[in-house]
């Protein structure tokens, strides 16, 4: 992106149009075109750095989201809390209590909350994202800005919720007495993992929702059966020995089961890990040409 | 002399009979993929605008009538990139600001303080830039009193002064106004007048979608007629706007009285 600084350097010119006035100033134009319009391209991939280059941007439209959703709630931030919580509670009385799921030495109110944590994050960004041209469709058609800023941020809004209700993971934590270990800085890598892997979809699910409405409403399916299809409320161990390289063809199995490892110590199972990585830079490069293809008409048919 | 804005045999065509353009479900499109497989669709297309091509100078602001639906909009809506030409180049060598809607990404629930950054960086406006200008877009808009109030309580009269303060301050090299300085009452209006010719005055370029002749008369140097997607220019404002009203009204020789 080049700057008004930077066209300010270049040559000077002096504005006489035929209705000049006396007090019209010089103007300096640049050598080259700060902005070049061109025809719509079939094959042309949206800029990540885009996200980089108007974070400024980015960052308000998070915060407009989070600042709007606690100007009239009652129990304001709580919200994000509670939703991991109960979730928690509800499957250790139904799964951990009543049917008798083990998860071999960590107690299961905690291997559930770290499972459900980077899921609930996951679903809900997905979703919003995946939502957000859609509802973001008069800025679209009034102003421009690089349009992945729009998917992106509202996985920001989810990925803030998330950081809130890691604090919970922190007490739980505490409270079985889970050591703090080394493994717990790979966290943060998962924690961005997964960001990926949510904003490459979003991206590529919110330019598809622009043209085929039914994308949203067939998603919240989509996203309870792959709840189950990960393992989020059971130990990936209880899947077949002949199954597993399937089960770890879905990314999240990877993230959850390495954020779990990561923070309650237990050894990581590396080909779902790597299996994770590599779906998520596919996904992610994937989503990136789908959106810039389709970008330029979003403002045609929102 | 090298021009701001130079607009090189730009089209737009659109398919308006396709049912992709009109929000459809996905059995739609797979039905009407195969129909396209057999070498039938639906398919109509409308070309808004023609090939068109102009440049602009800095320090012009360039009036542009037509009827609705004569491509105005669309050829203001491709120079602000929110949609793309099917044919054709437009350089602009300087910044772009766009204010084709009144407070666009405004959120009801936050207040006057909050929209200001909040807008501002949706225009396009960097926050250090924003804090440089806030004294002056707060004042310029007179709603000091209710900085710490939501802007859904604000009357409609405090909402657009915000709003046009906003964008008024960005200083861009071009600006792309659609009917917005049509608002207002009587005294804020002149402001924005006052305001708009400043900033020509400073070597800005902008470009004015109006229906409004009056005003188009009053601030422009330049006036372009679009008749069904194509550009016509005549030597000087008044005879381009008189040959349009003409144009529409045959018989109303009062009105192009009126504004001569």
Redesign the interface.
């Known amino acids: 992106m080049i700057t008004?600084e930077k066209?300010s350097k270049t040559v000077s010119?002096v504005?006489?149009?035929?209705?000049?006035?006396p007090?019209?100033?010089?103007?300096s134009?640049?050598e080259?075109?700060?902005?070049?319009?061109?025809?719509?391209r079939r094959w042309a991939a949206a800029n990540l750095l885009d996200l980089w280059v108007h974070r400024?941007?980015l960052y308000?439209l998070i915060?407009?989201e989070l600042?709007?959703r606690y100007?009239?709630t009652l129990l304001g931030i709580s919200w994000v809390i509670l939703q991991p919580l109960l979730m928690t509670i509800v499957f250790t009385v139904v799964l951990g209590k009543l049917v008798g799921v083990r998860t071999g030495v960590t107690p299961y109110p905690l291997f559930l909350y770290a499972g459900l944590l980077p899921w609930i994050f996951f679903s809900n960004a997905v979703s919003n994202g995946s939502q957000s041209l859609v509802a973001g469709s008069?800025?679209?058609?009034?102003?421009?800005?690089p349009r992945i800023i729009i998917p992106a941020a509202a996985v920001g809004v989810r990925l803030s919720d998330f950081l809130v209700a890691s604090v919970v993971l922190i007490g739980l934590m505490k409270y079985y007495g889970i050591p703090l270990g080394w493994p717990l800085l790979l966290a943060p890598l998962l924690v961005i993992h997964v960001t990926l892997l949510a904003l490459a979809l979003s991206a590529w699910l919110s330019a598809l929702n622009v043209?085929?409405?039914?994308?949203g409403t067939a998603l919240p399916v989509v996203l309870q059966l792959w709840m189950f299809a990960s393992p989020i409320v059971y130990s990936a161990e209880l899947v077949p020995a002949r199954w597993q390289w399937l089960y770890e063809l879905n990314p999240m199995t990877g993230i959850v089961e390495g954020f779990r490892s990561a923070l309650l110590g237990l050894p990581f199972n590396r080909s779902s890990l790597i299996a994770s990585v590599v779906i998520t830079l596919a996904l992610l490069i994937g989503s990136t040409f789908v959106f810039g293809r389709m970008e330029?008409?979003f403002?045609?048919?929102v | 002399m090298k021009p701001i804005v130079s607009v090189r045999n730009v089209s737009k065509l659109y398919h308006v009979g396709r049912p992709l353009g009109l929000r459809p479900s996905l059995r739609e499109a797979l039905t009407s993929f195969v129909t396209r497989q057999n070498g039938h669709s639906s398919d109509e297309t409308l070309w808004a605008l023609k090939d068109i091509s102009f440049e602009a100078q800095p320090g012009e602001v360039i009036g542009i009538i037509g009827r609705n639906g004569a491509g105005k909009s669309t050829l203001l809506r491709i120079l602000a990139r929110i949609t793309k030409p099917s044919n054709g180049e437009i350089d602009i060598y300087g910044r772009l600001g766009t204010l084709l809607e009144i407070g666009t990404g405004f959120h009801p629930d936050l207040t006057g303080r909050e929209n200001i950054f909040l807008n501002g960086t949706i225009l396009g406006m960097k926050v250090r830039e924003i804090r440089r200008k806030f004294d002056e877009i707060v004042a310029f808009s007179e709603v000091e009193r209710f900085l710490e109030t939501p802007v859904k309580h604000y009357s409609s009269g405090m909402y657009l002064r915000l709003a046009f303060s906003i964008a008024a301050h960005f200083e861009p090299d071009v600006l792309l106004l659609d009917e917005v300085v049509a608002v207002g009452d009587i005294s804020f209006q002149k402001k924005c007048f006052d305001k708009m010719q400043a900033v020509s005055r400073e070597g800005k370029t902008i470009f004015l979608v109006s229906h409004n002749l009056n005003s188009i008369q009053s601030l422009c140097t330049r006036v372009f007629l679009v008749r069904s997607g194509r550009l016509c220019e005549g030597e000087n404002p008044k005879q381009v706007i008189s040959s349009y009203v003409n144009d529409q009204l045959p018989a109303a020789g009062g009105l192009n009285k009126n504004i001569n």
Do not use: C, G
């Not at chain 1, 504005?15 to 006035?21: K, P």
């Not at chain 1, 043209?211 to 994308?215: A, E, M, N, Q, S």
């Open positions: 008004l066209a010119q504005a006489n149009d035929a209705n000049s006035s007090a019209r100033t010089a103007v134009l640049p080259e075109p700060l902005i070049k319009i061109r025809a719509h400024e941007l308000f915060w407009r600042k709007a100007k009239q008069q800025m679209i058609t009034k102003v421009y800005f043209r085929y409405r039914d994308t330029d008409e403002a045609d048919i």
